[in-house]
């Protein structure tokens, strides 16, 4: 196998964002779109979803306003990698969206930046200032505000994020409708991760050939990676998609790496044993990009008790799968580790899980089985005893 | 009017008395009470002609939006996974000894709270700590120590 | 509009409806019932409590069909493997946060939990009991309502209903997570909120976490005690209602079984709101007459238009949220209220009994009426004037109680005195019923004539429409009502309190060009009272309201000015509307209050 741990530096790069800006507005909103859709950009969040074909709906429909908004709410345990794209190249966030906006016909962006990250106002602030002063010059209409967040993981789902903005407890929406027909107060709303829309402001640059050649098929392109645990190099790294979990544990591991947690506290667990044929991409396990190492000092059930207990308290509450379910799997294993419940009573909390997976109106109570079954399955005897 | 009414007002005139500005002003309050009391919520709620437990409601659904009482500094220290690995339980231990309270406390001058936090996005650089709004990365118990001493010191 | 139509498959049957239809809504028209709890047919879509799921195919997660609109060519199976198994495993979710103590449970047999862990056959509980022990004590601050924590399965029912139904809000969804809750602001005791005591909640509860205070054993205390003479009182809107707690459909009209079955439980009299109905018309009647002439003869500052002051939901939501109109309120105390003197004093006399050892009950279709009675201005008397407030569910409970065979009683008369009623007063029982009556005395004092309706029907004051609006050209005034001479008297309607608030609104701004304003908390008004039978919803509140005018067209006298009964306490006992003895007994006043 070819080695794809190519290092990429499409994110970091300093580019000049308003030429790019200059040279996009020159061509017309379908022939960026078309670029987006052919680069194979999926969002970088997590969810994977078309980036291209997000903004063509949004574009198609009518209606007297638009949103462009940047998901900066990033609170997947082991993720931070939006913090630093915010922090290293806020003018291409901006950029990111204003082409967002031209191409889906939005004058108005926010971005949603969860409340821990509030010390990055004052600098993001002074980007905003200087962007808009550009922006007029250029006669183009399109203004960014900031929406801080207070604290609420599930407000990175698109739906509740924008419940969150509307000054509303930050409960998941019925889908659909979805947010590119109606999304933030009632209107066509594009909801992008911070890295996806430097991603699509590079694609508009470069064009779709170059970015659409790295990765594989599913999982075209580069994608920034937050690596963390037991490591002895964390850190942010752009990779190229669609390298082997082995090639991945090569070049970060501590020599001793047990298991990997791919994807954050929603994310799969896999051990040794599978690295080899474990791909990171969405042919494989997806990521929005937490990469947490864990070597044989670590004992699984406290990791999966802290997932669990994590996704316990930041569920909405709003729905029976997630939020019953979550306490009765913190529960649950806790009962079997006390010796309360039979080993066997894990098999029914893995059919409760698959539950959730399945019942649960958001993407919060439908992921919590990813952890809780995987580690399950390949760590059984530690949760056991 | 009282200080709490003059502040919510000034607020509102600031953002606004939309419900989307609803977010905005819980924070503003927050941010200069350090919490939501029942006034503050009752002020909130009339001035957006809003219910208060409605308010109240949103209020609770988030957990930077404090309803009890917090101290001048809220100290929030990361206690997911890597964090935990990191050794986030003795910077919590040695907090608790240096200000003499217990995790989810206020000392009882009022100057600083002690929590735990979900995820704050530094799993690279753990253990790390919130004070207010400023971040501290890659902390031990005697760095905490020595960061919250400063605090002290300021008052 | 024509809508477009949606062709899909439900459990491999064809079928086509209008886009937009959700999916539950499609299987319901081919008569598949899929279980809810957090769905109402009268509130806004939830889709949280997911008991409702299917499986389509091709789909990877179990859509809610409850929020789901149907597309084209879908295929869904209501009832397949992996339905039951997620319905099973929801099911046992909720029960594991539910305090299941079904044989204590005052809902016990009325329970949607009940009935759906029943049907899938939950037995042993696989999962761990979440049940908090705070939880379990219930709030028991309000006179109204009772709030079990440990019943409640979070489907936000309650919530809605208090926020779209009754722009209350006194109730929220807090916190969140494993801590997330229904509760008041900062979670206070329902009686120190805003909670109008509407009981429009309890209605739509799936659980026994909110329901009546109930007073049954109180009750049957008092009528087995031989020291009280213990007098029943019935509400327009129960006679159309009781019914269906014997599975009768909704608004046959009982009455006659009612009043049996209320002798058979050992009431001493048995006698009737509506007689007291009549009477506020007389009192309401006059009073906005004289605000009328005040107004236009004597250039007085009088607040108007006048408001309808009989439902204690919406007297409480007025003081909450327009203490500043307080004036326009009737000084009129609810017949409920006009009763409860009365009978302490007027009917005490004439029956020879010592006040002090009599009990007034009432049977009401409401719970603010609870709340109403224990208003210490509601003393006219000089002692409490209604001593318990019983809803149409406890009277039918205690009918059941008392193993007493409702369906089969032969009808029986209401008492005399204080029993006799016309048309007029039940109709105060439907929305638009307390204008209607008010409007064929007031038009006949005024002009010497009939109301210039067909029958004296008003009709456009009928109707389940949120607010409605109509006007009666005065014509041949009589010489002491010149002043009123061709003018249009302008009426509106509103039921349910989102709707009073867009009147009130009106009236705020100046808009309004009302003389006279018919206010009911409940939508439907009293038929669809917090303290009716369940389940609700506008069919079968629809059906009651047709009960009641029913009753009307079966009455003999149809004007509450004819009622003889009225008529002779008049004469012998308050002398004239309005007068002194009125004043002291039949009119109260309001206490402003905050809505934070």
């Known amino acids: 196998m070819e080695n794809k741990m190519k290092k990429v530096d499409l994110i970091f790069d300093q580019v000049d964002h308003l030429a790019i800006l200059d040279k996009s507005l020159q061509r017309t909103q379908d022939e960026i779109i078309l670029d987006v859709i052919e680069s194979g950009l999926r969002g970088r969040g997590g969810a994977g979803f078309p980036t291209g074909l997000k903004w063509k709906f949004a574009k198609n429909e009518e209606a007297d306003q638009k949103y462009v908004i940047c998901n900066a709410d990033e609170g997947e345990p082991g993720t931070f990698k939006d913090r630093e794209i915010l922090t290293q190249v806020p003018d291409k966030v901006l950029a990111g969206m204003a082409l967002c906006g031209y191409c889906i016909g939005a004058t108005e962006g926010y971005i949603y930046l969860r409340a821990e990250y509030n010390f990055l106002l004052p600098m993001l602030h002074k980007a905003i200032d200087k962007f808009h002063k550009e922006l007029k010059k250029r006669d183009f209409d399109f203004s960014i505000r900031i929406c801080s967040g207070s604290g609420a993981y599930v407000c990175g789902e698109e739906t509740a994020l924008m419940e969150s903005m509307e000054g509303k407890r930050g409960e998941p929406r019925n889908k659909p409708p979805f947010p590119t027909s109606s999304g933030y107060l009632g209107k066509p709303t594009s909801v992008n991760n911070v890295e996806t829309l430097v991603f699509a402001l590079m694609i508009a640059q470069e064009g779709p050939t170059q970015f659409k050649e790295m990765g594989t098929f599913d999982s075209r392109g580069s994608k920034v990676f937050s690596v963390s645990g037991d490591t002895p190099t964390p850190g942010i790294f752009e990779l190229e998609l669609g390298m082997t979990l082995e090639q991945f544990v090569n070049e970060f591991g501590d020599g001793d790496t047990k298991a990997v947690q791919v994807g954050g506290a929603s994310g799969f667990c896999v051990a040794r044993k599978d690295f080899k044929n474990t791909l990171i991409g969405f042919e494989g396990i997806p990521t929005g990009g937490s990469m947490m190492l864990f070597n044989s000092s670590r004992s699984m059930y406290n990791i999966l008790n802290d997932y669990l207990e994590f996704m316990e308290e930041e569920s909405c509450g709003q729905c029976t799968p997630c939020r019953v379910g979550c306490q009765q799997l913190v529960k649950g294993i806790e009962a079997v580790k006390k010796g309360v419940k039979p080993p066997a009573y894990l098999e029914e909390l893995q059919k409760l899980s698959d539950t959730m997976r399945i019942a649960s109106k958001c993407g919060l109570g439908q992921s919590v089985p990813n952890p809780f079954n995987s580690i399950i399955q390949n760590f059984r005897e530690e949760i056991i005893y | ?155 | 509009m024509s809508k477009y139509k949606v062709n899909l498959k439900i459990n491999n049957i064809a079928v086509s409806v209008d886009e937009g239809t959700t999916i539950l809504e499609a299987a319901r028209q081919l008569n598949f019932t899929i279980p809810t709890l957090c769905q109402h047919d009268d509130l806004c879509v939830a889709g949280n409590c997911r008991v409702c799921v299917v499986e389509q195919k091709g789909a990877r997660l179990l859509p809610a069909s409850c929020a789901t609109p149907v597309s084209e060519g879908m295929e869904i199976q209501t009832n397949s493997l992996k339905v039951r198994q997620a319905r099973k495993h929801i099911v046992e979710l909720l029960l594991a946060e539910h305090n299941a103590d079904c044989t204590k449970c005052f809902k016990s047999g009325y329970c949607e939990l009940q009935d759906i862990s029943n049907d899938y056959r939950i037995g042993d509980h696989i999962f761990l009991d979440l049940v908090k022990e705070k939880d379990k004590e219930r709030d028991i601050s309000s006179p109204s309502i009772e709030k079990d924590d440990s019943k409640c399965i979070r489907c936000q029912r309650c919530v809605r209903t208090c926020d779209s139904m009754q722009y209350v809000s006194a109730l929220a969804v807090t916190h969140k997570g494993n801590n997330m809750r229904i509760s008041t602001f900062m979670d206070k005791p329902m009686n120190d909120v805003v909670c109008t005591n509407c009981g429009q909640c309890i209605n739509r509860c799936p659980t026994a976490a909110l329901t009546e205070r109930n007073y049954i054993d109180e009750v049957f205390d008092v009528i087995y005690d031989p020291n009280k003479f213990v007098v029943v009182q019935t509400a327009p809107a129960t006679r159309v209602a009781i019914g269906e707690e014997f599975g009768m459909e909704p608004g046959s009209r009982v009455t006659g079984k009612m009043v049996a079955a209320l002798r058979r439980l050992g009431f001493d009299k048995v006698l009737d709101t509506d007689f007291t109905a009549d009477l506020t018309i007389m009192e309401e009647g006059t009073e906005l007459l004289t605000r009328l002439k005040e107004a236009l003869v004597d250039g007085k500052e009088v607040a108007l238009p006048m408001l309808t002051s009989c439902s204690p939901g919406w007297i409480k939501f007025q003081e909450h949220m327009y203490p500043d109109l307080l004036d326009n309120l009737s000084t009129c105390k609810s017949p409920q209220q006009m009763f409860g003197p009365l009978a302490k004093t007027y009917y005490a006399e004439k029956i020879n009994k010592n006040p002090a050892d009599m009990v007034v009950v009432s049977i009401m279709p409401c719970t603010a009426k609870k709340f109403e009675a224990e208003r210490p201005e509601m003393r006219g008397s000089g002692y409490k004037d209604v001593d318990y407030v019983l809803t149409t569910r406890e009277l039918g409970r205690m009918i059941h109680q008392a193993g007493i065979e409702f369906e089969k009683l032969e009808d029986e008369k209401y008492d005399s005195i204080l029993g006799e009623s016309t048309g007029a007063a039940v109709i105060f029982g439907s929305t638009g019923g307390v204008m209607e009556a008010a409007l064929r005395t007031a038009y006949e004092i005024v002009t010497g004539k009939e109301v210039p309706f067909t029958n004296i029907n008003i009709k456009p004051v009928r109707g389940m429409e949120g607010v409605k609006e109509a006007s009666v050209k005065i014509k041949d005034a009589k010489p002491e009502w010149s002043f009123l001479e061709g003018v249009d008297v302008n009426v509106a309607i509103a039921h349910g309190l989102v709707n009073a608030k867009i009147l009130m609104d009106k009236i705020k701004s100046g808009e309004a060009n009302y003389h006279f304003i018919e206010i009911m908390a409940c939508p439907g008004g009293c038929i669809g009272g917090g303290g009716q039978p369940m389940p609700t919803n506008m069919e079968i509140r629809k059906k009651r309201a047709a009960g009641i005018y029913e009753e009307d067209e079966a009455m003999v006298l149809r004007k509450s000015h004819e009622n003889a009964e009225v008529t002779e306490i008049y004469k012998s006992f308050l002398h004239e509307p309005l007068g002194h003895k009125s004043h002291d007994l039949l009119h109260t006043h309001y206490t402003p209050r905050k809505r934070q």
């Open chain 2, 1 to 155: 009017m009282t200080r709490i009414e003059e502040l919510v007002k000034e607020q509102a005139d600031k953002h606004g008395r939309q419900r989307t500005s609803l977010m905005p002003i819980l924070q503003a309050v927050v941010g200069s009470e350090h919490y939501l009391s029942e006034d503050a919520l009752v002020a909130i709620a009339r001035e957006l002609d809003l219910s208060s437990a409605d308010v109240f409601g949103t209020a609770t659904f988030y957990t930077f939006l404090d309803t009890v009482p917090r101290g001048k500094y809220v100290i929030r220290v990361c206690k997911t996974i890597t964090c935990h690995m990191k050794g986030k339980d003795e910077v919590i231990g040695a907090l608790e000894d240096m200000l003499k309270v217990k995790l989810g406390g206020t000392t009882t001058d009022g100057k600083f709270s002690l929590l735990q936090a979900n995820c704050l996005g530094w799993c690279h650089k753990g253990p790390v700590m919130l004070v207010n709004d400023e971040v501290y990365p890659e902390i031990s118990a005697e760095k905490a120590v020595e960061i919250i001493g400063g605090y002290l010191k300021k008052g």
